[in-house]
């Protein structure tokens, strides 16, 4: 019984592990892709990091990636910034790629 116990415990750990991983991955994601628009938003240094924390609160609103979106799409669309929605659920998806490979390497 005692190894099953260890055993449990042992998946328990790797999964909160994994966990929190993921979590800062996804905030690391949101980061670059707030820094991807805020230089097709024209803003630099210290407004594009503003902004880049801006879209990190606005991705903790709510579960998954449609708080994210939005706020990029909103902001896209009021400064007439002209990227498709794919465009910019394909930077979505090649920044969380590359947020997950730095947190995997301890970045």
Do not use: C, P
């Amino acid at each position: 019984m005692s190894q099953f116990d260890d055993r449990e415990r042992a998946q328990e750990a790797k999964f909160q592990l994994d966990q929190e991983l993921e979590f800062k991955a996804q905030a690391r994601r949101a980061k670059l892709v707030g820094l991807w628009a805020a230089g097709l938003l024209g803003l630099e240094g210290e407004a594009a990091n503003d902004y880049a924390k801006s879209v990190v609160m606005a991705d903790l609103e709510e579960a998954g990636t449609e708080d994210l979106f939005r706020k990029i799409r909103g902001d896209f669309d009021q400064q007439a910034v002209e990227l498709s929605d794919h465009q910019i659920r394909a930077k979505m998806d090649e920044a969380l790629a590359e947020a997950r490979a730095a947190v995997a390497a301890g970045q």
